[in-house]
């Protein structure tokens, strides 16, 4: 089993900066791709950024610039750096990750989420 824990998510006025943190835990074999969704009232969830093991990123149009993903390896973790926050990037923030796990001697590759983290910003 793998765990995702979300932090950093707060309340910032428009032009200000967070940055979300998530950790994974459990019996980790390798992680593939971490990335960052948003989900906003009464909307889909959405793809805000994304990296992968070999450090590719891709980001959503309407982030980039502003938004800057990084991960560190050793310790399982993924950060969004965001700047220049706008109202619209109000929402719940969710952490993904594509892992292989192993137990017993055998590998289990699964998507997870975290819990998710409010972001929200004031005009």
């Known amino acids: 089993q793998v765990q995702l824990v979300e932090s950093g998510g707060g309340l910032v006025q428009a032009g200000g900066s967070l940055r979300l943190s998530c950790v994974a835990s459990?019996?980790?074999?390798?992680?593939?791709?971490m990335g960052w969704y948003r989900q906003a009232p009464g909307k889909q969830r959405e793809l805000v950024a994304r990296?992968?093991?070999?450090?590719?990123?891709d980001y959503a149009d309407s982030v980039k610039g502003r938004f800057t993903i990084s991960r560190d390896n050793a310790k399982n973790t993924v950060y969004l750096q965001m700047n220049s926050l706008k109202p619209e990037d109000t929402a719940a923030y969710f952490c993904?990750?594509?892992?292989?796990?192993?137990?017993?001697?055998?590998?289990?590759?699964?998507?997870?989420w975290g819990q998710g983290t409010q972001v929200t910003v004031s005009p």
């Open positions: 459990g019996r980790i074999f390798s992680i593939n791709a």
């Open positions: 990296i992968i093991s070999a450090g590719a990123q």
């Open positions: 993904n990750a594509d892992v292989t796990s192993k137990y017993m001697g055998l590998k289990n590759r699964g998507d997870y």
